[in-house]
T-cell receptor, first 117, second 117 residues
Framework: GAVVSQHPSWVICKSGTSVKIECRSL??????MFWYRQFPKQSLMLMAT?????????EQGVEKDKFLINHASLTLSTLTVTSAHPEDSSFYIC?????????????FGPGTRLTVL | AQTVTQSQPEMSVQEAETVTLSCTYD???????LFWYKQPPSRQMILVIR??????QNATENRFSVNFQKAAKSFSLKISDSQLGDAAMYFC??????????????FGKGTRLSVIA
């Protein structure tokens, strides 16, 4: 299967600071990437859809000024949590959609655990 | 809006036995994809199996197979000869095809599968 990497795998930061999470599709180009948030023992909650070269589409209730998404190339999308607070602590997962094959499947990164002190 | 329902929050199975995880969905579309993803304790989302709605034949991947009932909008996952490594959270997911735009996966709430040695 295709490979999607995420960096960092975990991060601890102080309240008020910003944190950037990178998502890369390593062996395919992805015009569309997705960012999810997952709380313990719950399903994945879609935060936003990231499109290469254009603005991200945010789900209802997700603050676009707090969760900045940049999809600068066909293999890289970044999520920046600005002015992080303890309630932003969570597990963030990115996903890249591979459309250059007939299977058209989403592949997931390994996730980033964010802890805000 | 499309919804995916997994009615079994937890399931358990004896090693080497067979277990079936249930999933139902609601949609007005006639063409779509269905997926089962596995999330082990590492939290890496892994694609287990996929099914195109236009295909009548049930998808199979080694010990994993599905029972796709389009009229009933049911998409169950059968795991045969269960192994300890199958213990994980399993998510059923739905998506419309690529021509419908950048539509994300719609996930169910998940079923936690335990495998008993």
């Amino acid at each position: 299967g295709a490979v999607v990497s995420q960096h960092p795998s975990w991060v601890i930061c102080k309240s008020g600071t910003s944190v950037k999470i990178e998502c890369r599709s390593l062996d395919f180009q992805a015009t569309t990437m997705f960012w999810y948030r997952q709380f313990p023992k719950q399903s994945l909650m879609l935060m936003a859809t990231s499109n290469e070269g254009s603005k991200a589409t945010y789900e209802q209730g997700v603050e676009k000024d707090k969760f900045l998404i940049n999809h600068a190339s066909l293999t890289l999308s970044t999520l920046t949590v600005t002015s992080a607070h303890p309630e932003d602590s969570s597990f963030y997962i990115c996903s890249a959609r591979r459309t250059d094959t007939i299977t058209d499947t989403q592949y997931f990164g390994p996730g980033t655990r964010l802890t805000v002190l | 809006a499309q919804t995916v329902t997994q009615s079994q929050p937890e399931m358990s199975v004896q090693e080497a036995e067979t277990v079936t995880l249930s999933c139902t969905y609601d949609t007005s579309e006639s063409d779509y994809y269905l997926f089962w993803y596995k999330q082990p304790p590492s939290r890496q989302m892994i694609l287990v199996i996929r099914q195109e709605a236009y295909k009548q034949q049930n998808a199979t991947e080694n010990r994993f197979s599905v029972n796709f009932q389009k009229a009933a909008k049911s998409f169950s996952l059968k795991i045969s000869d269960s192994q300890l490594g199958d213990a994980a959270m399993y998510f059923c997911a739905y998506r419309t095809p690529r021509n419908s735009g950048n539509t994300p996966l719609v996930f169910g709430k998940g079923t936690r599968l335990s495998v008993i040695a």
